[in-house]
């Protein structure tokens, strides 16, 4: 059983890293800023969301895991919200390149 | 040591760990010297304070962790982020002013070497490590309290804790001080606006709530677990300050009776418990045995908060506008 | 060379940097944010010394963990008071510098500071 | 498993050093606060695997008060950073 669990956490762990990656790569690559905000979401909430995915095997007890599962979703909601706000403020700058 | 236990492989690797996470830290905190605009310098003190807190973390200290993650880098960064927002029209004719080699060459050597004795003296600290942390253990069945930080803010050293507060409260009378005079007991800070059915006002309905939860959930871990009424009161300050921001409350008038009465809680219901404790027990902030972790408790709670008003109302500044405006 | 050592030579360059920055940057916001740096640098030394002192079943010694926590949240309100007197003289000089001579440059009305 | 989640955290580390550098150069507002955004998430997720590596498990309830107060930071530069943009901030009214 710990040995499935470890495949999960490992396969889910790294997929979150890909995430990240690709978030970043995107951050620093895509031509402009709406794009460029649309890369950043993916590490945001499916990078973080596999993190905590794969280390919930790893939760010490029931109450350590909600708690896991409520950090993600404060970072989703203010996530969300947040690059809402940032889009408009690319607006109003102009999408420069 | 966490890792003691490891083959000696793992301990390079978690050594190597180590010297990545100093490194990201230092690139925060040069970034927070070296930009050239205060908003970018601001975003990177920030961060640095985040992996500062991981740092904590990592030392064994969650209890500073929290603090430095809700304090130290949340609070003091909202804190920068306004203040560099307002005194953004004066940073131009600022760029002329920079100092030139003649200053800087003698400012890097004494850096430097400030920096070296420091680090001369993290190498030469003497071992075995002088330490109180079996004394704090031997006497933590006082306060029947699982958590040996908060016994030593709360119990050992509570005197500390008590005079902390006072501070916070002087800090703040402080900065209400610097108002005109028009605008004194008059509201703090401009009158935040933004659209009532926009993002911004629907994470300020949804956020704090859950905050309201997390920052209590704090405190009452705090009892046995990491946490306490400083950070705890921390949360529920940003949140308040959150909906502040979202226009859809505004600042109370600094002159407010109710607000006053809620400033001086904290303080007050430990000082009488400090005194009873010099009627009933054996001294100035002693508990009695049996009581002593309600007592803590009711302390912790009503700090938590005076904390939250006090830490919000810093944040928000100087009285800005005439009362009954 | 342990987690400690590597955090504590951390805290001497943060405290070195934070130095500089207070020395050299002519924007009294800037020489608050450098000071926040040279405070949380000591603070980080207190928690080496205090992981140092592991004892007794804890992770560190309590006693400068608690120091601590009392000293971020005073770092924090002498922050605040700082930044209100700053914006204080922004207000009334209409500028923020600190050179003696630029005070009456732009000034609207110099108040009783 | 350790030195598996140990790697992660070297990796996430990494990224995060990255972000760093994005908000340096900018190159415009909305870049800097999408990098800072890219650092607070990324910093939640170092402290989730380090608390895990280091068996701390009060790292969670540091990952918690870290999202709120990152979710309010980050709201406050967006906000106020912009404020030349919005009317409520006197002082900060120059020109685009």
Redesign the interface.
């Known amino acids: 059983m710990s040995f499935v669990l470890d495949i999960v956490t490992i396969i889910a762990v790294s997929a979150g890293a890909f995430f990240f990656l690709a978030g970043t790569v995107g951050l620093l690559r895509f031509p402009d800023t709406l794009t460029r905000l649309h890369a950043l979401t993916k590490a945001d909430n499916l990078g973080l969301g596999l993190m905590v995915l794969g280390l919930l095997p790893h939760a010490g007890s029931l109450r350590d895991g909600i708690k896991l599962i409520c950090v993600w979703l404060i970072v989703l909601l203010a996530g969300a919200t947040v690059s809402q706000l940032i889009g408009y403020v690319a607006r109003r700058e102009g999408s420069r390149p | 040591m966490t890792f003691a236990s490891m083959a000696f492989g793992s301990m390079t690797f978690a050594l190597a760990l180590e010297i990545v996470l100093a490194a990201v830290v230092l690139t925060g905190a040069v970034w927070a010297i070296a930009a050239r605009e205060t908003l970018p310098a601001v975003a990177g003190f920030v961060a640095y304070g985040l992996l500062l807190s991981l740092v904590w973390v990592h030392l064994g200290a969650p209890d500073v962790a929290l603090t430095e993650a809700a304090i130290g880098s949340g609070l003091t960064g909202a804190l920068l982020v306004g203040a560099a927002a307002r005194l953004r029209l004066s940073e131009v004719p600022m760029a002329v002013e920079h100092p030139g080699v003649i200053l800087r060459m003698p400012a890097a050597v004494l850096s430097v070497t400030v920096a070296a004795a420091l680090a001369a003296s993290v190498l030469l600290l003497p071992d075995p490590a002088p330490t109180l942390a079996p004394s704090a253990a031997e006497n933590a069945a006082a306060t029947s309290l699982g958590n040996p930080v908060t016994n030593v803010l709360m119990a050992f050293r509570a005197m500390d804790t008590l005079l902390e507060k006072i501070v916070l409260l002087l800090a703040l009378i402080g900065v209400w001080s610097l108002a005109p005079d028009r605008f004194w007991g008059g509201r703090p800070g401009p009158r935040h606006y933004a659209d009532p059915q926009g993002v911004l006002a629907f994470v300020a309905r949804v956020l704090p709530p859950v905050g309201i939860i997390v920052g209590i959930y704090i405190l009452w871990t705090s009892a046995d677990h990491p946490g306490g009424a400083f950070q705890g009161g921390t949360i529920l300050a940003a949140m308040w300050l959150l909906v502040m921001m979202a226009g859809l409350t505004d600042a109370p008038p600094v002159g407010e009776r109710r607000l006053r009465l809620l400033l001086l809680a904290g303080p007050v219901v430990f000082l009488v418990i400090g005194l009873s404790g010099l009627a009933f027990g054996d001294a100035f902030l002693a508990y009695p045995m049996a009581y002593a972790k309600p007592l803590i408790l009711a302390i912790e709670f009503a700090m938590i908060l005076t904390i939250a008003v006090t830490l919000g109302l810093l944040v928000a500044g100087p009285p800005e506008r005439e009362p009954g405006s | 060379?342990?987690?400690?050592?590597?955090?504590?030579?951390?805290?001497?360059?943060?405290?070195?940097?934070?130095?500089?920055?207070v020395?050299?940057?002519?924007?009294p916001?800037?020489k608050?944010?450098?000071f926040?740096?040279i405070g949380?640098?000591v603070?980080?030394?207190f928690?080496?010394?205090?992981?140092?002192?592991?004892?007794?079943?804890?992770?560190?010694?309590?006693?400068p963990?608690?120091?601590?926590?009392?000293g971020?949240?005073?770092?924090?309100?002498?922050?605040?008071?700082a930044?209100?007197?700053?914006?204080?003289l922004?207000?009334a000089t209409?500028?923020?510098?600190l050179?003696a001579d630029a005070s009456t440059s732009a000034g609207s009305h110099p108040?009783k500071l | 498993m350790t030195e598996f989640l140990t790697a992660a955290l070297g990796f996430i580390l990494a990224i995060l050093a990255v972000g760093l550098v994005r908000i340096l150069r900018g190159p415009g507002d909305a870049d800097r606060m999408m990098a800072a955004q890219l650092i607070g998430t990324s910093g939640i997720a170092a402290l989730l695997l380090l608390g895990t590596v280091s068996g701390v498990p009060a790292a969670v309830d540091v990952a918690l008060t870290l999202a709120l107060l990152a979710a309010f930071t980050s709201i406050a530069f967006v906000k106020k950073g912009t404020a030349r943009f919005e009317t409520d901030a006197p002082g900060s009214t120059e020109a685009e």
Request: aromatic share 8%; with cysteine; hydrophobic share 55%.
């Open positions: 060379m342990s987690a400690a050592t590597v955090f504590g030579l951390c805290a001497a360059v943060a405290v070195g940097l934070g130095l500089y920055g020395i050299t940057n002519p924007q916001l800037r608050v944010l450098a926040n740096l949380s640098g603070f980080t030394f928690g080496v010394v205090a992981r140092r002192g592991a004892a007794a079943g804890f992770g560190g010694d309590p006693i963990q608690a120091l601590v926590i009392t971020i949240v005073v770092a924090f309100s002498a922050t605040a008071l930044i209100a007197l700053l914006l204080r922004f207000q209409g500028s923020a510098t050179r108040s």
